[in-house]
Structures are given as structure tokens and as C-alpha cells.
């Protein structure tokens, strides 16, 4: 079964506007922790922001937060006053308490920011 | 930058080839993550060491292996290349193992075999 899905292949979002990136994830472990990256076209992998199960505040880390829902297994990045260096593709993923702590990542999701 | 290094940027070989792709961890971390990136698999877990011992394997090949040496620098060897074996190869670093470590991903190594 997939552990985290993506479901918005690719979106637009005009210059300095907010976007929100969808992320649902499955899993029976109460201790998991929830990470999204970014990968410009250059291709490295960027650390953005992380979520912990237990965590009773959704986490911010400047003009990234993540909309954390978790009777709702969702996980939503939000970009708020997008520029254009945001534009690249976005990956939730998931580590799990039990096991091997390895990252689940979900598809992926391409960010065009138009100016 | 991360702090993770890898080593070659770019690699281009042959099928039936072997190759070795080269990280450097963080300093001072002690876990080791292997990835593959590829267009129909997307990100997967390869492997992972933590202080020179092997700790989990994922979708791994038995064409490929792994290793972790004293100064914690890790290698991934890929051998009988096949066209398939062509992705993004990426190295993770985190301080300890557990969930509330975040992973910091190397540059990678695209490997292209033709």
C-alpha cells in the first residue's frame, strides 16, 4: 500500500500568492514523523520542514508551515508570498517509529511560480 | 549546502559494467541512507548504515552493495549495470537513527548507463 500520496501532479501559482500542497499518508505506527522536501531542477534534495506525530503545534519554518490534520492522515505544506526560486518539485515523505527509519516518499508535486 | 558530499557528480558507463558511487557524511553523523531516484520508481530506499554496521535494506538489488568504513564514509557499488540501473543515486546523512532526525540528502550522482 502506498505510504504517502501526492496527488496534484503539478500546479501554477502567480508571484507572491500562497499555494498548498497536498499530502496523505498511511500509517498504523503512532510514532511517525512527517518531512517535506524540495528538489530544484539542479537536483539536490532540500530539507524544508518536519512534523512529529506527537507534535501538538503545527510546525512553521519561515514562509513554509505545514497544515498537520491528523485524525485526517493529511499533512499539507503551505508556501505563503511564493517567489520565484520556489518553483520546483516538492516531496512529502514519512519515517515511521517502527523499523528501519528509512524515508517514504510520497510522487511528487511540480511548483511553477508564474511572475 | 547540506554538508553531505558525493562522489561523482556525473557518471557514464556501459551495461555489464560495475561502478562505485562515493558519500561523505555530515561531520559528526553517524547514519548513512542510500536512495535511487528514477522516473517510473521515484524516490526509493536502497540501504542504511549506522556507525560501519548495516541497520535496514530497502528495494535493493543483489547486483548492488553497500559498505560503511571507519571514518563513515559510504559506498555504493552497482555492478552487472543494466539501462534500468540509470537514476539519480542520492546519499542521506542523520546524527543518530529515530524518527525526529532529519535526513540532509548529498547533491547525488546520475548515473547514466547506456
Known amino acids: 500500500a502506498q505510504k504517502i500520496t501526492q496527488t496534484q501532479p503539478g500546479m501554477f501559482v502567480q508571484e507572491k500568492e500562497a499555494v498548498t500542497l497536498d499530502c496523505t499518508y498511511d500509517?498504523?505506527?503512532?510514532?511517525?514523523?512527517l518531512f517535506w522536501y524540495k528538489q530544484p531542477s539542479s537536483g539536490e534534495m532540500i530539507f524544508l520542514i518536519y512534523q512529529g506525530s506527537y507534535d501538538q503545534q503545527n510546525a512553521t519554518e519561515g514562509r513554509y508551515s505545514l497544515n498537520f490534520q491528523k485524525a485526517r492522515k493529511s499533512a499539507n505544506l503551505v508556501i505563503s508570498a511564493s517567489q520565484l526560486g520556489d518553483s520546483a518539485m516538492y516531496f512529502c515523505a514519512m519515517r515511521e517509529g517502527q523499523g528501519d527509519y528509512k524515508l517514504s516518499f510520497g510522487a511528487g508535486t511540480t511548483v511553477t511560480v508564474r511572475a | 549546502d547540506s554538508g553531505v558530499t558525493q562522489t561523482p557528480k556525473h557518471l557514464i558507463t556501459a551495461t555489464g559494467q560495475r561502478v562505485t558511487l562515493r558519500c561523505s557524511p555530515r561531520s559528526g553523523d553517524l547514519s548513512v541512507y542510500w536512495y535511487q531516484q528514477s522516473l517510473d520508481q521515484g524516490l526509493q530506499f536502497l540501504i542504511q548504515y549506522y556507525n560501519g554496521e548495516e541497520r535496514a535494506k530497502g528495494n535493493i538489488l543483489e547486483r548492488f552493495s553497500a559498505q560503511q568504513f571507519p571514518d563513515l564514509h559510504s559506498e555504493l557499488n552497482l555492478s552487472s549495470l543494466e539501462l534500468g540501473d540509470s537514476a539519480l543515486y542520492f546519499c542521506?546523512?542523520?546524527?543518530?537513527?529515530?524518527?525526529?532526525?532529519?535526513?540532509?540528502f548529498g547533491p547525488g550522482t546520475r548515473l547514466t548507463v547506456l
Open positions: 542521506a546523512s542523520s546524527a543518530r537513527t529515530g524518527i525526529y532526525n532529519e535526513q540532509f
Open positions: 500509517t498504523s505506527d503512532p510514532s511517525y514523523g
